[in-house]
């Protein structure tokens, strides 16, 4: 069984910063791609940061130059790091990450999703 814990959310005011964290538990063989998306009340969830195995990183405009998302292959954990934040930026961030298990002795991929934490950001 696998599934993603996350950490860090909070309240903080416009400015401020907060970093998330995401450790991936279980049997797992690999992780691929990893990511943050968020999501406000009666809007979809919308992708804010991805990570590739390898390094490479993806964000969306709204928090470009303000988040920096990194993992730590050695703990299966991804971070966020939020600096400058907005009241806008106020939602639940979901981790999500696709990770390959042993599945009667061949390799599937299966995609997981965190239970998701609050930030909520104060003008």
């Known amino acids: 069984q696998v599934r993603l814990v996350e950490s860090g959310g909070g309240l903080v005011q416009a400015g401020g910063s907060l970093r998330l964290s995401c450790a991936a538990i279980?049997?797992?063989?690999?992780?691929?791609?990893m990511g943050w998306y968020r999501q406000t009340p009666g809007k979809q969830r919308e992708l804010v940061a991805a990570?590739?195995?390898?390094?490479?990183?993806n964000y969306a405009d709204s928090v470009k130059g303000r988040f920096t998302i990194s993992r730590d292959n050695t703990k299966n954990t991804v971070y966020l790091q939020m600096n400058s934040l907005k009241p806008e930026d106020t939602a639940v961030y979901y981790c999500?990450?696709?990770?390959?298990?042993?599945?009667?002795?061949?390799?599937?991929?299966?995609?997981?999703w965190g239970q998701g934490t609050q930030v909520t950001v104060s003008s």
């Open positions: 990570i590739t195995s390898g390094g490479s990183t």
């Open positions: 279980g049997s797992i063989v690999s992780i691929n791609a």
């Open positions: 999500n990450a696709e990770i390959d298990i042993v599945v009667v002795a061949t390799i599937r991929t299966n995609n997981y």
